[in-house]
């Protein structure tokens, strides 16, 4: 794999600011994805998962406000790009795939329409020839009798179809990055692995850079070349997929893990999680937002975050690893 | 009323539902009634000719994608809808004779008591969660006063609810206490069969572990069995003694989990562990993917296997003879004809 960066996320923080005080949603996040990469951004509800796609996206919400960092893609910074620079990117170079189809898809324009808008709006299609262009993506995207399906509006497709769809208009334009936002949450499991199959292979096709956000480990491990593992806004460890369930070494991850479901283990075996993410409202929030929960915490946990090297792409940031 | 009877807890024996659609409503079908006979209308079949038992004190799997049957089913065990045919006995007493719209007073209600998929919808969110708790002890149980209160007490601290969170109300709870207000008002009543429909799908895995590890204590604790709906085969291997595999209204193999999910049989079964994610690339060599979506359960061909066409066996005898379930081992059973 050459090793070029599509995207490079550095020193992203977030802020929401609301009644109750200004919360440290996301901070001094970073991480990259080379071009034909995948890479998963795993973690609880609450870790920032979605915010750091949000951010990246540019489609935050108009509470929240990115406080530092730069999202460099394709020699330019993505945070910096005013509107109507970022709307031409969007679509075109950079493409989501959102958690429901159902509600992301518009209920009342027939889906074959849907793809051509993109295909017009942004792959330099006329409005005569993007029709039979949508035909050719649904076909693309496995949809049996892609003609027939292209007159339907979403209410009359299963779940899967329609987030075949939604694949459909986000790869329309052959984009340079992909962010999927749990796109198999609330499919069936034969369902969800076609539909990351079909990801993956048409990702892979494009030499298109993937970020896949999950909280499954274990479909991240299959279908993502390296896991960044968040908690709380903070990245606390990136390793590749088989490296990481094979020696853990932050504390959170390796709990992460056991608590698992997984091909081997007993009810009993399974560990839950201490305590719960904290109050990022704090305003003396740890250095280390999982001390508080964890079993192996030094006094220097108070110091600012290290970033070590643990191996071959692999790092955490942790005092006290495994 | 008491458990004291032999043999299974809960036999559902050829039990079916079949759903009218098409129908013109009305007046305007009444009126074209009148005149000339109308050709029977194309009926649904959600749930067909489905036999099966839960014994006492175990926990039976249902696993099977969307649209397959396996929320109508719960629904006519949980005596929420009429079935068309067949029958549900619970402890030797038949209950498809009673109707649902009736139910809810019948002395049986308590013997079978449902743990809901989302815990934030299906509290009322006007009740704190003492009163989620003590509603059905006051209607089922006749209880009230301080004897309510001390109840309502204690199956918060069965279910690990600290006592200071009972006057909250759902929106002030986390999604783990939820689930658990869910638990402590469906085990209120002491039932005996407990359906549990993916309790823990909204959660996240290290809440989900401590409320499986919950369900697994209260099971043993108070002698239910359970009957577990879900999605996540992990789980379901897990938790379940026994495990039902259900395609399109039919149950196309059952056997206890341990055996299934080594050594599927049915085609479907095979696609189903197939899709499990797995971390170690070694697991996933000879996977099964199915393409294509299923046949249509309106007025299916009673001849034709509901696998055929998404199956990567198919073969014509498929498409002439449906079939049966039969035996395949000591305790399993597959509908397939090359199993």
Same mark, same amino acid.
Request: neutral net charge; proline residues 7%.
């Given at each position: 794999?050459?090793?070029?960066?599509?995207?490079?996320?550095?020193?992203?923080?977030?802020?929401?600011?609301?009644?109750?005080?200004?919360?440290?949603?996301? +901070? *001094?996040?970073?991480?990259? %994805?080379?071009?034909?990469?995948?890479?998963?951004?795993?973690? !609880?509800?609450?870790?920032?998962?979605?915010?750091?796609? @949000?951010?990246?996206?540019?489609?935050?919400?108009?509470?929240?406000?990115?406080?530092?960092?730069?999202?460099? @893609?394709?020699?330019?910074?993505?945070?910096?790009?005013?509107?109507?620079?970022?709307? =031409?990117?969007?679509?075109?170079?950079?493409?989501?795939?959102? &958690?429901?189809?159902?509600?992301?898809?518009?209920?009342?324009?027939?889906?074959?329409?849907?793809?051509?808008?993109?295909?017009?709006?942004?792959?330099?299609?006329?409005?005569?020839?993007? #029709?039979?262009?949508?035909?050719?993506?649904?076909?693309?995207?496995?949809?049996?009798?892609?003609?027939?399906?292209?007159?339907?509006?979403?209410?009359?497709?299963?779940?899967?179809?329609?987030?075949?769809?939604?694949?459909?208009?986000?790869?329309?334009?052959?984009?340079?990055?992909?962010?999927?936002?749990?796109?198999?949450?609330?499919?069936?499991?034969?369902?969800?692995?076609?539909?990351?199959?079909?990801?993956?292979?048409?990702?892979? =096709?494009?030499?298109?850079?993937?970020?896949?956000?999950? *909280?499954?480990?274990?479909?991240?491990?299959?279908?993502?070349?390296?896991?960044?593992?968040?908690?709380?806004?903070?990245?606390? =460890?990136?390793?590749?997929?088989? +490296?990481?369930?094979?020696?853990?070494?932050?504390?959170?991850?390796?709990?992460?893990?056991?608590?698992?479901?997984? !091909?081997?283990?007993?009810?009993?075996?399974?560990?839950?999680? #201490?305590?719960?993410?904290?109050?990022?409202?704090?305003?003396?929030?740890?250095?280390?937002?999982?001390?508080?929960?964890? =079993?192996?915490?030094?006094?220097?946990?108070?110091?600012?975050?290290?970033?070590?090297?643990?191996?071959?792409?692999?790092?955490?940031?942790?005092?006290?690893?495994? | 009323?008491?458990?004291?009877?032999?043999?299974?807890?809960?036999?559902?024996?050829?039990?079916?539902?079949?759903?009218?659609?098409?129908?013109?409503?009305?007046?305007?079908?009444?009126?074209?009634?009148?005149?000339?006979?109308?050709?029977?209308?194309? &009926?649904? *079949?959600?749930?067909?000719?489905?036999?099966?038992?839960?014994?006492?004190?175990?926990?039976?799997?249902?696993?099977?994608?969307?649209?397959?049957?396996?929320?109508?089913?719960?629904?006519?065990?949980?005596?929420?809808?009429?079935?068309?045919?067949?029958?549900?006995?619970?402890?030797?007493?038949?209950?498809?004779? @009673?109707?649902?719209?009736?139910?809810?007073?019948?002395?049986?209600?308590?013997?079978?008591?449902?743990?809901?998929?989302?815990?934030?919808?299906?509290?009322?969110?006007?009740?704190?969660?003492?009163?989620?708790?003590?509603?059905?002890?006051?209607?089922?149980?006749?209880?009230?006063?301080?004897?309510?209160?001390?109840?309502?007490?204690?199956?918060?601290?069965?279910?690990?609810?600290?006592? +200071?969170?009972?006057?909250? @109300?759902?929106?002030?709870?986390?999604?783990?206490?939820?689930?658990?207000?869910?638990?402590?008002?469906?085990?209120?009543?002491? #039932?005996?069969?407990?359906?549990?429909?993916?309790?823990?799908?909204?959660?996240?895995?290290? %809440?989900?572990?401590?409320?499986?590890?919950?369900?697994?204590?209260?099971?043993? !604790?108070?002698?239910?069995?359970?009957?577990?709906?879900?999605?996540?085969?992990? %789980?379901?291997?897990?938790?379940?003694?026994?495990?039902? %595999?259900?395609?399109?209204?039919?149950?196309?193999?059952?056997?206890?989990?341990? !055996?299934?999910?080594?050594?599927?049989? *049915?085609?479907?079964?095979?696609?189903?562990?197939?899709?499990?994610?797995?971390?170690?690339?070694?697991?996933?060599?000879?996977?099964?993917?199915?393409?294509?979506?299923?046949?249509?359960?309106?007025?299916?061909?009673?001849?034709?296997?509901?696998?055929?066409?998404?199956?990567?066996?198919?073969?014509?005898?498929?498409?002439? +003879?449906?079939?049966?379930?039969?035996?395949?081992?000591?305790?399993?059973?597959?509908?397939?004809?090359?199993?």
């Amino acid at each position: 794999m050459t090793a070029v960066p599509a995207l490079s996320v550095e020193d992203l923080s977030v802020e929401f600011r609301t009644r109750s005080g200004v919360v440290k949603v996301l +901070e *001094h996040v970073g991480f990259s %994805v080379d071009k034909g990469e995948t890479v998963a951004l795993v973690g !609880e509800s609450g870790s920032g998962k979605s915010v750091t796609a @949000f951010a990246v996206m540019g489609i935050l919400d108009a509470a929240g406000k990115v406080t530092s960092g730069r999202a460099l @893609f394709g020699g330019a910074d993505l945070l910096a790009l005013g509107e109507h620079d970022l709307a =031409e990117q969007r679509g075109r170079e950079l493409s989501m795939i959102f &958690q429901n189809p159902r509600t992301a898809l518009n209920p009342i324009r027939r889906v074959g329409l849907q793809i051509a808008d993109v295909l017009v709006r942004h792959g330099g299609a006329t409005r005569s020839d993007a #029709p039979r262009a949508a035909v050719e993506m649904l076909k693309k995207v496995r949809i049996p009798d892609p003609e027939r399906r292209a007159e339907a509006y979403p209410f009359e497709l299963s779940g899967g179809m329609c987030q075949r769809i939604m694949i459909a208009i986000a790869l329309a334009c052959r984009p340079a990055l992909l962010i999927a936002d749990e796109p198999t949450t609330g499919l069936d499991v034969t369902t969800q692995a076609v539909i990351m199959d079909l990801i993956g292979e048409l990702a892979g =096709e494009a030499g298109m850079a993937t970020i896949f956000i999950t *909280h499954d480990l274990a479909l991240a491990a299959e279908y993502c070349d390296r896991i960044v593992v968040m908690h709380a806004g903070h990245i606390v =460890e990136a390793a590749p997929g088989r +490296e990481l369930f094979a020696h853990p070494r932050h504390p959170y991850s390796a709990k992460l893990l056991a608590a698992t479901p997984g !091909e081997t283990v007993s009810l009993e075996k399974l560990a839950s999680i #201490p305590g719960g993410l904290p109050d990022l409202r704090r305003p003396d929030l740890p250095a280390c937002r999982y001390s508080d929960r964890c =079993e192996r915490r030094l006094d220097q946990c108070a110091q600012p975050l290290p970033q070590r090297t643990v191996g071959e792409r692999h790092v955490v940031a942790c005092w006290n690893p495994l | 009323m008491t458990g004291d009877m032999p043999g299974p807890l809960l036999d559902i024996a050829e039990l079916a539902k079949r759903f009218t659609v098409g129908a013109r409503q009305g007046l305007l079908a009444r009126a074209t009634s009148f005149r000339k006979p109308v050709a029977p209308l194309p &009926q649904l *079949h959600a749930v067909d000719e489905v036999s099966f038992t839960i014994g006492r004190g175990e926990t039976v799997g249902l696993v099977g994608e969307s649209g397959c049957g396996k929320s109508t089913l719960v629904r006519l065990i949980n005596r929420l809808l009429d079935p068309s045919s067949g029958s549900i006995r619970l402890g030797g007493a038949e209950l498809a004779d @009673f109707k649902a719209r009736t139910f809810a007073s019948n002395p049986h209600r308590a013997r079978i008591q449902m743990v809901f998929q989302d815990a934030g919808d299906s509290l009322n969110p006007r009740f704190t969660a003492a009163d989620a708790i003590a509603d059905p002890i006051r209607r089922l149980k006749k209880m009230s006063g301080a004897k309510l209160t001390a109840r309502v007490e204690a199956l918060a601290d069965m279910t690990g609810l600290p006592r +200071e969170l009972l006057s909250r @109300f759902p929106h002030q709870l986390s999604g783990g206490q939820k689930a658990r207000v869910g638990i402590a008002r469906a085990v209120a009543v002491e #039932p005996a069969l407990l359906i549990l429909d993916e309790p823990t799908a909204a959660l996240d895995v290290s %809440v989900q572990v401590v409320i499986l590890q919950l369900l697994q204590q209260l099971k043993r !604790e108070l002698g239910m069995s359970y009957l577990f709906v879900s999605h996540d085969l992990n %789980v379901v291997r897990l938790l379940c003694d026994r495990v039902l %595999v259900m395609y399109l209204g039919k149950v196309v193999e059952q056997g206890p989990a341990a !055996e299934v999910f080594a050594d599927p049989k *049915h085609p479907y079964t095979k696609a189903l562990i197939s899709a499990i994610p797995q971390a170690e690339p070694e697991q996933r060599i000879g996977r099964l993917r199915l393409g294509g979506e299923p046949r249509s359960p309106i007025d299916p061909d009673p001849r034709v296997c509901r696998f055929y066409g998404r199956c990567p066996k198919g073969t014509p005898r498929c498409a002439e +003879e449906m079939p049966l379930l039969h035996p395949a081992g000591p305790a399993r059973q597959v509908a397939c004809h090359f199993a």
